[in-house]
């Protein structure tokens, strides 16, 4: 098998998913799954712990002081087989965390984006953005609650900019209700946080201009403004799948987002050769994490690849009718 950061990342949701209380036990456990993953083939028996969780028949036992070393060595043996035959794919993880849920079980974290929410800017209900609320009292008020379906407590939000135009006073009152963990990149409207009389310093995990991490095995970069040649934007996986995303926000739904939809079109038939003489395009993963193209809540990257390879496909349809026109 190889040791790679997405199944180091799995097995962290698992140890996460399962919620160890026994302390010695957790300590064998990763004691295991340090040590013993490298050193062994791990061609391992079945995929036992996660079927236990999604056919609803976990023995409590195995998620207490009771479980022995043995079924936790098991059934992480059983994991791992899975993930090395590449069989573990994101609807496993989504209903491994659908039945941890079912169960009681807390599930790991997620990584979720959003983008331009401007709460208190009632203006932009009547022009630009024209947002489908009555005033800017019923947009926020709708917009904490679609907030709040989404994310869990135990969830990290990065949010991508402009995220209110109001004071410190009235901007912590919408942050106070928000769930999540919330991770700020500043944008050009965002100077409530300066408050620090009436907003409190720790109202955010932090607050940066840029930001670059990994979500899965996937490079993510993070500004307000579209970064239009960004870090890693040519490297791929084995398979030619991209290795990073440039996440942005800025624009909303303007002209300004057509011109960019028409560079990363542009860009993505632009033909290229490689080092070793293989000509190929140039990726261009850049999405738009404008608050309108998710119903006003934050989504996972997943999910923001998705919505964004929709929306650009109709984009592209509609400047093609333009231009036959």
């Not at 794919?89 to 979720?112: F, M, Q, S, V, Y």
């Not at 008020?141 to 009235?170: C, H, T």
């Not at 739904?253 to 542009?266: A, G, S, V």
Request: proline share 4%; hydrophobic share 35%; glycine share 6%.
């Amino acid at each position: 098998m190889i040791w790679t950061e997405q199944s180091k990342r799995i097995l962290e949701d698992i140890l996460l998913a399962v919620s160890l209380t026994d302390q010695e036990l957790q300590l064998s456990l990763r004691g295991f799954s340090r040590q013993k993953m490298e050193e062994e083939a791990l061609a391992g028996e079945a995929f036992r712990w996660m079927t236990l969780i999604q056919d609803g028949g976990m023995d409590r036992e195995m998620t207490g002081k009771k479980a022995s070393p043995e079924q936790i060595r098991t059934a992480f043996q059983s994991f791992l087989s899975v993930l090395a035959a590449g069989e573990y794919t994101p609807e496993d993880a989504e209903n491994l965390r659908k039945a941890c849920r079912e169960e009681g079980i807390p599930a790991p974290p997620r990584k979720l984006y959003i983008a331009d929410c401007h709460f208190y800017d009632k203006q932009l209900c009547s022009r630009m953005d024209m947002r489908p609320f009555p005033d800017g009292k019923e947009m926020n008020r709708q917009m904490i609650r679609k907030w709040n379906e989404k994310v869990r407590p135990q969830d990290d939000v990065y949010i991508l900019g402009d995220f209110s135009v109001a004071g410190g006073r009235d901007s912590f009152k919408v942050v106070s209700r928000l769930t999540g963990h919330l991770h700020l990149i500043a944008g050009n409207h965002d100077h409530f946080f300066e408050d620090v009389k009436h907003f409190p310093s720790g109202s955010f995990m932090w607050v940066r201009d840029y930001e670059e991490h990994l979500d899965g095995d996937k490079k993510v970069i993070l500004c307000h403004y579209p970064i239009m040649c960004y870090k890693k934007q040519y490297a791929r996986k084995p398979d030619g799948s991209p290795c990073a995303y440039m996440l942005y926000g800025h624009v909303h739904n303007t002209q300004d987002e057509r011109l960019l939809n028409r560079f990363i079109r542009q860009t993505r038939s632009t033909r290229v050769t490689t080092r070793d003489g293989t000509e190929t395009s140039i990726p261009c993963n850049m999405i738009n994490c404008f608050c309108m193209f998710s119903d006003y809540q934050p989504m996972t990257l997943e999910e923001w690849i998705a919505i964004d390879s929709r929306r650009r496909a109709l984009l592209n349809e509609e400047e093609k009718g333009r231009d036959l026109s």
